[in-house]
């Protein structure tokens, strides 16, 4: 089963390679990872998408409590976070395929950043499930390169998740 | 004070109580190496002969005195050499402070002479690690590192300083005080779990109590044996909670595990409730976990959350420091001395359960190794450090050297061969009041031997037993049993004449290897003053357990 984990870390040099060594040596799998700055410029935020069965996330709950520089770590049960995901992929698109795939782009909410004349560069920002579907049905014209952000994920409603709060 | 970076380094040391330091020079440590030389009254500094055995030195004085010890590598090779003393450590939740140099920071990354990422390689085996790039950071890495090391789950934490850093000056000054907002290791037990976990245990019909080596980092050796005592609970040991109860305590009934006593093995199946005290439950000690927390109730005290769980469910998990947390169990018990159940049949059911040891006849011109140990056991003083190395060796050791209150130190994690010698130096120059006796085979000796010549440089006064049956004894066990006798790689012919080579340090020898040879080597081992190397001859077939 897929989990969703937030890991607010000291935004120090050699975290990403502590949290991924970590992963790789306990044998969990990631899916996407993900890292950037938050409000407080101390401290980074990553988001983590892996795979396994309940006693595997405990696991990884608590081996990445351990790293010396995780501040904070919190699995999202099911439906209780939103999360987005940022896909750019071009397309091949000659003329004759433009306006189907224009019509994709606007019913799966993508936008286009770039067009050729034999290709299209379309971005779309949404939940990992939407972009796989996404990705199947643009997947005919011919996918010639694509990019993911892996996903990033914060608390449904007026609970936040912050270094401060008590775990 | 305005001072260079190495003399910070030197002054944070101090600062820490640091009296001696494990290590081997290079060209990147140079500089904190002459920051040392002005310190020698203050820090000792001892040149090992191989840089993990200085981590394994530091690793032994760190478990007689409780405290972080410190070993010193170069840059590059010195720095890599290190990192099977760090793993060792870490499998064994001993806390060290390495401190290596590396290359000036504007070569980092360019692949020149002697550089290594070491903060990267050992990542997998630290608790945490530093490379020192500003000059303002040392107090405060230095002091988070003892503090980390030490405190929580105890562990080896790596400090990396570029030459140039070492070189440059600033206004020092040591931090009084450590705050990592993301480090805040658990001490006294929740009240409620404590509760719930003391009347589980004392209510149950068979409990049983399981000592790892957590005891000894939490220096809980007391108040588990006032537990264990006041409640008239048996309690068993992993091979690294060895001597927090001594042998001859009626509540000790032995060893657990794949070469644990038959005894400890049947108590743990036949309990009804298993009380883990800072014992990670690890493949050697319980085969077969998923089993015993079918048929078993587990309580499981640790202080480190992800233990708990890892490889046992517990029913009653307990996160904590286990001298904070049982000394709540004893005052819970204090005040509500009510509802001990009666354990003396269940201790009953234990002692007829018990089955003699006895020795076979050992083959002509060899001695029974587990005997000898034996033997010595009653004739050395009751305060021992016991170091055993990897194997055959550690087996009898770990069962059949009988402990009354000294130490047993052993690689038990990690099973690191040649673990004894240099942990035996270390171990020693902690404490020289207590004797200390290095036990190891002719395949882990001939890793280690080259720290008989750091014993003899400092003056460092233990004693070395070798078994030997010129086999990596337990691997061709294994080849026996498991691979049809197919024995391979395991002769260690072209081995040195050990009492010979003792000589050559000038290290007084004798060679053990029939009943009047025994009885004198037992003598001087235990009256000799000053070095003493035994060999120790075992048949070549002589079965581990």
């Not at chain 1, 060594?21 to 990553?46: Q, Y």
């Not at chain 1, 049960?77 to 987005?84: K, L, T």
């Given at each position: 089963?897929?989990?969703?984990?937030?890991?607010?870390?000291?935004?120090?040099?050699?975290?990403?390679?502590?949290?991924?060594?970590?992963?790789?040596?306990?044998?969990?799998?990631?899916?996407?990872?993900?890292?950037?700055?938050?409000?407080?410029?101390?401290?980074?935020?990553?988001?983590?998408?892996?795979?396994?069965?309940?006693?595997?996330?405990?696991?990884?709950?608590?081996?990445?409590?351990?790293?010396?520089?995780?501040?904070?770590?919190?699995?999202?049960?099911?439906?209780?976070?939103?999360?987005?995901?940022?896909?750019?992929?071009?397309?091949?698109?000659?003329?004759?395929?433009?306006?189907?795939?224009?019509?994709?782009?606007?019913?799966?909410?993508?936008?286009?950043?770039?067009?050729?004349?034999?290709?299209?560069?379309?971005?779309?920002?949404?939940?990992?499930?939407?972009?796989?579907?996404?990705?199947?049905v643009i997947e005919p014209y011919g996918i010639l390169e694509m990019a993911r952000t892996g996903t990033v994920a914060v608390e449904r409603g007026s609970d936040y998740f912050s270094p401060k709060k008590g775990s | 004070m305005k001072m260079t970076v190495s003399q910070a380094m030197v002054e944070c040391l101090k600062a820490e109580g640091i009296k001696v330091v494990y290590g081997y020079p290079g060209a990147a440590i140079c500089p904190f190496y002459d920051a040392l030389l002005s310190a020698e009254k203050d820090i000792r500094n001892i040149l090992v002969r191989h840089e993990a055995n200085g981590g394994h030195a530091a690793s032994g004085y760190a478990r007689i005195t409780g405290k972080p010890a410190v070993c010193i590598a170069t840059s590059g090779p010195g720095a890599v050499n290190l990192i099977t003393a760090i793993a060792t450590a870490y499998a064994d939740s001993i806390p060290l402070i390495c401190i290596t140099g590396q290359v000036n920071t504007d070569q980092i990354g360019s692949d020149v002479f002697q550089e290594a990422d070491i903060t990267g390689a050992a990542e997998p085996f630290v608790k945490h690690s530093y490379l020192l790039k500003d000059p303002k950071d040392v107090g405060r890495a230095f002091k988070e590192a003892f503090y980390i090391a030490g405190t929580g789950r105890p562990g080896p934490v790596l400090i990396d300083v570029p030459m140039d850093v070492q070189k440059m000056t600033l206004d020092f000054e040591y931090p009084k005080k450590v705050d990592i907002r993301s480090y805040k290791p658990t001490g006294k037990g929740n009240y409620l779990q404590v509760k719930r976990v003391t009347e589980a245990l004392r209510s149950a019909e068979k409990p049983l109590i399981c000592i790892g080596g957590g005891v000894f980092a939490s220096n809980a050796q007391n108040e588990i044996v006032e537990l264990s005592e006041t409640l008239n609970i048996p309690v068993i040991t992993t091979m690294m909670g060895i001597s927090v109860f001594s042998d001859d305590n009626p509540l000790y009934v032995g060893m657990i595990g794949t070469h644990g006593m038959k005894i400890a093995n049947y108590a743990?199946?036949?309990?009804?409730?298993?009380?883990?005290?800072?014992?990670?439950?690890?493949?050697?000690?319980?085969?077969?976990?998923?089993?015993?927390?079918?048929?078993?109730?587990?309580?499981?005290?640790?202080?480190?959350?992800?233990?708990?769980?890892?490889?046992?469910?517990?029913?009653?998990?307990?996160?904590?420091?286990?001298?904070?947390?049982?000394?709540?169990?004893?005052?819970?018990?204090?005040?509500?001395?009510?509802?001990?159940?009666?354990?003396?049949?269940?201790?009953?059911?234990?002692?007829?359960?018990?089955?003699?040891?006895?020795?076979?006849?050992?083959?002509?011109?060899?001695?029974?190794?587990?005997?000898?140990?034996?033997?010595?056991?009653?004739?050395?003083?009751?305060?021992?450090?016991?170091?055993?190395?990897?194997?055959?060796?550690?087996?009898?050791?770990?069962?059949?050297?009988?402990?009354?209150?000294?130490?047993?130190?052993?690689?038990?994690?990690?099973?690191?061969?040649?673990?004894?010698?240099?942990?035996?130096?270390?171990?020693k120059m902690a404490d020289p009041s207590r004797p200390t006796i290095a036990i190891c085979g002719d395949g882990g000796f001939q890793m280690n031997f080259m720290e008989l010549a750091t014993a003899v440089q400092y003056g460092v006064d233990i004693k070395v037993i070798v078994m030997t049956n010129t086999r990596l004894g337990m691997v061709r066990e294994l080849q026996t049993i498991g691979y049809n006798d197919r024995?391979?790689?395991?002769?260690?012919?072209?081995?040195?004449?050990?009492?010979?080579l003792a000589a050559a340090y000038g290290i007084p020898a004798i060679r053990v290897n029939d009943e009047k040879s025994e009885k004198e080597a037992i003598e001087r081992l235990a009256e000799d003053k000053g070095l003493l190397l035994a060999e120790v001859v075992v048949d070549k077939d002589f079965p581990t357990l």
């Open positions: 089963m897929k989990h969703t984990i937030s890991v607010l870390v000291e935004n120090h040099s050699g975290v990403l390679s502590r949290i991924s060594g970590l992963f790789s040596r306990r044998g969990f799998n990631i899916e996407s990872l993900a890292v950037g700055p938050t409000h407080d410029p101390s401290i980074s935020r990553i988001t983590i998408v892996a795979d396994g069965d309940d006693h595997t996330v405990e696991q990884i709950e608590k081996q990445l409590n351990k790293l010396i520089e995780v501040i904070k770590v919190k699995t999202f049960g099911r439906d209780e976070f939103v999360a987005r995901e940022l896909m750019i992929v071009k397309v091949n698109a000659p003329a004759e395929k433009r306006s189907e795939i224009m019509t994709i782009a606007e019913i799966t909410g993508a936008k286009v950043m770039d067009i050729t004349l034999s290709t299209m560069t379309l971005e779309l920002c949404d939940r990992y499930d939407r972009l796989c579907r996404f990705e199947n | 743990v199946n036949a309990c009804d409730t298993l009380f883990l005290v800072g014992a990670r439950v690890g493949d050697r000690a319980v085969k077969t976990p998923l089993d015993l927390e079918r048929t078993t109730k587990i309580l499981h005290i640790d202080i480190d959350p992800a233990e708990i769980g890892k490889n046992i469910g517990a029913d009653y998990p307990l996160v904590g420091d286990a001298k904070q947390v049982l000394r709540q169990m004893l005052d819970y018990i204090k005040k509500n001395p009510e509802g001990c159940a009666d354990h003396s049949g269940w201790l009953r059911q234990i002692e007829e359960n018990k089955v003699p040891t006895e020795f076979a006849q050992p083959v002509k011109g060899t001695v029974n190794p587990k005997e000898f140990l034996q033997k010595l056991a009653e004739r050395m003083p009751a305060n021992v450090n016991i170091c055993a190395d990897v194997g055959q060796n550690q087996i009898w050791s770990s069962r059949y050297y009988f402990k009354r209150g000294g130490r047993f130190l052993t690689s038990g994690g990690m099973g690191t061969m040649g673990y004894s010698v240099p942990c035996a130096v270390g171990a024995q391979t790689g395991v002769f260690l012919d072209g081995s040195p004449d050990f009492v010979k």
